[in-house]
């Protein structure tokens, strides 16, 4: 069972099935996340996500729709919809993650991140404290932000664009991802 913790938001990661698993059908991911945990609002162009709580409750946002999942209940968010997840509850929440299909991508920016969070290279809200690893991670996730945080994301797109991003992106993958 290949399992990450990012110990600065309290999130765990548990990859119940993989891209080169699937042959690129699906990921899978068991997900834990603490009271206030969860994402700002944005999408993805290349696969769905599908959620399914598996204990505790946990508050969704497709488009303008909110919805508050408890055991049993699933939802998903489309290719191209805006969406997000976030734990108001008070306690943990578990639930699966399902793209569709899989992405390989999004699966090394979660290792990365938590393993840069591991190091004490990430700021109070998970995020690596550099520019550089910022921009590297979003390209390489296949996802976009919505609204405030959508300027920000084209300021890491641009330091993740250059020729020593490059070079960090490989080193980054050779420690966090073989």
């Known amino acids: 069972m290949d399992k990450i913790t990012n110990p600065v938001i309290g999130e765990e990661v548990i990859f119940l099935t993989t891209s080169k698993q699937s042959n690129g059908e699906k ?11 969860g994402n700002p609002l944005h ?3 290349k696969f769905s996500e599908t959620f399914n709580v598996l204990e505790g409750e946990l508050s969704v946002q497709i488009g303008k729709e909110k919805l508050k999942l408890k055991n049993g209940e699933k939802a998903t968010a489309e290719m191209n919809n805006n969406h997000r997840f976030y ?29 840069l969070a591991q190091e004490g290279k990430a700021g109070p ?6 520019f550089v690893h910022n ?20 300021v890491f797109r641009f330091f993740g664009n250059s020729d020593k991003a490059r070079k960090i992106e490989k080193e980054l993958l050779d420690k966090y991802c073989k």
């Open 27 to 37: 990921t899978i991911m068991e997900v834990t996340i603490g009271p206030k945990g």
């Open 43 to 45: 999408y993805h162009k």
């Open 87 to 115: 734990n108001t509850s008070g306690n943990p929440v578990r639930f699966t993650v399902e793209l569709t299909p899989a992405s390989e991508g999004f699966e090394n920016v979660l290792r990365i991140a938590f393993g």
């Open 125 to 130: 809200n998970g995020m690596p404290k550099s």
């Open 135 to 154: 921009g590297i991670l979003m390209n390489m996730g296949e996802g976009y932000f919505v609204g405030p945080f959508s300027i920000l994301e084209k």
